[in-house]
């Protein structure tokens, strides 16, 4: 298995609070990823990294910041959750784009706003 | 717009049977396409993936396929178990990006 964790596993929190959600890898892939997975949907891409301090928007990032300024982390914060926010999240890395490119994923993080 | 589509949105078999889960896919301009597995309450498994000049992968009772004109892939399994049980996901390398499906849930019947 790829060496990527997710911390916390489970978190509730309240409408309006900061939330932080840490991926940390031990592989020195260069490109990072969150996604949401949301029941009915396939999983959607929030933000990516493409190295230290080098991040992009994906297809639902309105609401979410990301920062990277290690290789091996990736955070995702919830500037003031909303319920709209209340997902499961996952982390992926990869060690190149292309035709070769291969996403691995890790436990998720199941967020629960209130 | 990428979009891709998998149906059906469940399927429940008998065990032993073989079975096909299907994928579709609106541009035909991809790198990849990759099936993946999530048990309950799970993260993914990365079970397959078919590079864009390939026209089908195989690893052990799994087979994919891979119809780039057509826009479909296919994932067979081989005399399924009980153990096979799960949501198979499917997405699609577009742009540098990965795309995907909402998932089959496959309940394999003892």
């Known amino acids: 298995d790829a060496g990527i964790t997710q911390s916390p596993r489970h978190k509730v929190t309240e409408t309006g609070t900061p939330v932080t959600l840490r991926c940390h890898q031990t592989?020195?892939?260069?490109?990072m990823y969150w996604y949401r997975q949301d029941p009915g949907h396939g999983l959607r891409l929030i933000h990516y990294?493409?190295?230290?301090?080098?991040?992009d928007k994906g297809e639902v990032s309105d609401g979410y910041s990301v920062s990277r300024s290690k290789t091996e982390d990736f955070l995702l914060t919830l500037e003031s959750a909303t319920s709209s926010q209340t997902s499961v999240y996952f982390c992926?890395?990869?060690?190149?784009?292309?035709?070769?490119?291969?996403?691995?994923f890790g436990p998720g993080t199941r967020l629960t706003v209130t | 717009k990428q979009e891709v589509t998998q149906i059906p949105a469940a399927l429940s078999v008998p065990e032993g049977e073989n079975l096909v889960l299907n994928c579709s896919f609106t541009?035909?301009?991809?790198?990849?396409l990759q099936w993946f597995r999530q048990d309950p309450g799970k993260g993914l498994t990365s079970l397959l993936l078919?590079?864009?000049s390939q026209r089908e992968q195989t690893s052990g009772r799994l087979n994919a396929s891979l119809d780039k004109s057509s826009g479909r892939s296919t994932l067979y399994i081989a005399a399924s178990q009980p153990g096979d049980s799960a949501t198979y996901l499917c997405?699609?390398?577009?742009?540098?990006?990965?795309?995907w499906g909402a998932g089959t849930k496959l309940i394999i019947k003892p």
């Open positions: 992926a890395i990869s060690e190149s784009v292309g035709a070769r490119y291969e996403q691995y």
């Open positions: 592989e020195n892939h260069r490109y």
């Open positions: 990294s493409y190295g230290v301090k080098d991040t």
């Open positions: 541009d035909s301009a991809i790198y990849n």
């Open positions: 078919i590079q864009s």
């Open positions: 997405a699609v390398n577009s742009n540098y990006q990965l795309i």
